[in-house]
């Protein structure tokens, strides 16, 4: 969920396998590794929306995608 819209839904392992929602894939790259000798650098915001306008299509003006099924059972909002 992002700004309390559903962005992707799908069954958990296919959805840590294969993220199809940019957001999705943020936050599952956010995860933390419990391992203090692993150590992963930042990199570029790839694709990253900016805060703003863009988390509330309403106020931006913009037509919220559509929730789509991608593959069987793997539904995003994809534009």
């Known amino acids: ?9 799908a069954p958990a392992a296919a959805l840590f396998r294969r993220p199809l929602h940019p ?6 790259e956010a995860i933390p590794i419990p391992d203090p ?6 990199g570029p915001s790839n694709g990253a929306e ?3 306008a863009a988390d509330n299509p309403d ?7 559509q929730l789509r099924e991608i593959t069987p059972g793997h539904f995003a909002r994809l534009s």
């Open 37 to 42: 000798s692993v150590r992963i650098e930042p």
């Open 1 to 9: 969920m992002r700004s309390g819209r559903i962005v992707e839904l």
């Open 59 to 65: 106020e931006a003006g913009e037509l919220e995608p």
């Open 23 to 28: 957001y999705t894939r943020r936050l599952l």
């Open 50 to 52: 900016p805060v703003g």
